[in-house]
Structure formats: C-alpha cells, structure tokens
Nanobody, 126 residues
Framework: QVQLVESGGGSVQAGGSLRLSCAAS????????MGWFRQAPGKEREGVAS???????SYAESVKGRFTISQDNAKNTLYLQMNSLKPEDSAMYYC????????????????????WGKGTLVTISS
C-alpha cells in the first residue's frame, strides 16, 4: 500500500525559500514516476516537477531554475527545494506517484497519478 505524506509548507516572503518533503512508503523509487503538483484556489491542479524512474527530471517553465526535485532513497523521501519564491507560487502542494515511467504532465493540468498525498500549504507574501 503506497502512502505519501508531505511536510515543509509554510508562509514566507517573496524571495525566500522552502523545502518540501514527501515521506513515501510502499513503493520502490526505481519503478515509479514521482512528482510535485500544486493547486491554487480556483485553479486546476498542475504538474510542477517530475522525477522519473530513470532519474531524469522535468520542470514547469514557471519554476525552472528556481525549484529542484530530488530524492533520498535511504530515507524514502522526495524533496522539492523552492528558491526565489513568488506570490504566484502560493498553492497547496501535493506529492504524487505513478508506477512506470512519467507521462507528459509537467506544466499541465493533470490529476491522473495513482497515488497522492494530502498536501502541504505554501503561502508567499509580497
């Protein structure tokens, strides 16, 4: 049974940084596509960053150069390092997993991952 639990959200000023964590259990990273999504009020859930089963990464254009997705296999934890945060980054952030290689959802509205965490809220003030 796959379980994903996010943490690390909070409120920071624009220009600041946050690191989100996703504790995963019940899966093997090498067999799954892992990703971070976000959903702002009134908007669809969109793919922010992916970490494919072969280790390759992909980022939405809006976060490229500012966000970094990574994983610690020993800790079974997925991370999203977010730097130079902007008010438009404010959203509920979700960790998600899907067996097999990643489909094309980064930068797109997408809710088709098999497993989801409950989310962690990020609020950026100007």
């Amino acid at each position: 049974q796959v379980q994903l639990v996010e943490s690390g959200g909070g409120s920071v000023q624009a220009g600041g940084s946050l690191r989100l964590s996703c504790a995963a259990s019940g899966l093997i990273y090498s067999s799954y596509c892992m990703g971070w999504f976000r959903q702002a009020p009134g908007k669809e859930r969109e793919g922010v960053a992916s970490l494919d089963s072969d280790g390759s990464t992909s980022y939405a254009e809006s976060v490229k150069g500012r966000f970094t997705i990574s994983q610690d296999n020993a800790k079974n934890t997925l991370y999203l390092q977010m730097n130079s945060l902007k008010p438009e980054d404010s959203a509920m952030y979700y960790c998600a997993a899907d067996p097999g290689p990643c489909r094309r959802w980064v930068g797109l509205a997408y809710s088709g991952m098999d497993y989801w965490g409950k989310g962690t809220l990020v609020t950026i003030s100007s």
